[in-house]
T-cell receptor, first 111, second 112 residues
Framework: DAGITQSPRYKITETGRQVTLMCHQTWSHSYMFWYRQDLGHGLRLIYYSAAADITDKGEVPDGYVVSRSKTENFPLTLESATRSQTSVYFC??????????FGPGTRLTVT | DAKTTQPPSMDCAEGRAANLPCNHSTISGNEYVYWYRQIHSQGPQYIIHGLKNNETNEMASLIITEDRKSSTLILPHATLRDTAVYYCIVRPYGGATNKLIFGTGTLLAVQP
């Protein structure tokens, strides 16, 4: 189906484990983004990518790694998960500076 | 930090117009006003954006004051499904970065 999808939708993992959240968009949008949303902080940008093989840090990049080998995919990896990374993660995409379209989110719990 | 100020919450009766205000007194000449909303547990959804002229689409209208220091999002006939947090964001179109800085938004509760 066309649009932006995220997987998994829910994930429980243990402290210290590596976790990868997937994001896929079918529009061939140039830009892709990762946000996290926590109570009391709203949505905060983690990383973004202007095109394949081009990524840049957002407001809260520490503890996260991204890659973008293909335009349509933008995985987010937590190399060693911590409890403070328990959050809801949203992926988004946009064509240039146009409006961003958000995915349904991944709810991650780190125990 | 967010460059906008919004009331934390508002109520609206179903079928009536919902008028959501936003102050952005430090807006720059090249910055647009964007509105997004987030229905509970879903990803944010784009609504509308504008620079200085009033804008209207199938979802809403955006009224920007002449001095551009404030704006109002209007949902002409609010329904229960419009209950959501509404975010007003100012952002340049173009430039070095393509970021949205979300504030805390306004929780609009549409009452039956």
């Amino acid at each position: 189906d066309a649009g932006i999808t995220q997987s998994p939708r829910y994930k429980i993992t243990e402290t210290g484990r590596q976790v990868t959240l997937m994001c896929h968009q079918t529009w061939s949008h140039s830009y892709m983004f990762w946000y996290r949303q926590d109570l009391g902080h709203g949505l905060r940008l983690i990383y973004y990518s202007a095109a394949a093989d081009i990524t840049d840090k957002g407001e809260v990049p520490d503890g996260y790694v991204v890659s973008r080998s293909k335009t349509e995919n933008f995985p987010l990896t937590l190399e060693s998960a911590t409890r403070s990374q328990t959050s809801v993660y949203f992926c988004a995409s946009s064509e240039g500076y146009n409006e961003q379209y958000f995915g349904p989110g991944t709810r991650l719990t780190v125990t | 930090d967010a460059k906008t100020t919004q009331p934390p919450s508002m109520d609206c009766a179903e079928g009536r117009a919902a008028n959501l205000p936003c102050n952005h007194s430090t807006i720059s000449g090249n910055e647009y006003v964007y509105w997004y909303r987030q229905i509970h547990s879903q990803g944010p959804q784009y609504i509308i954006h504008g620079l200085k002229n009033n804008e209207t689409n199938e979802m809403a209208s955006l009224i920007i004051t002449e001095d551009r220091k404030s704006s109002t999002l209007i949902l002409p006939h609010a329904t229960l499904r419009d209950t959501a947090v509404y975010y007003c964001i100012v952002r340049p179109y173009g430039g070095a970065t393509n970021k949205l800085i979300f504030g805390t938004g306004t929780l609009l509760a549409v009452q039956p």
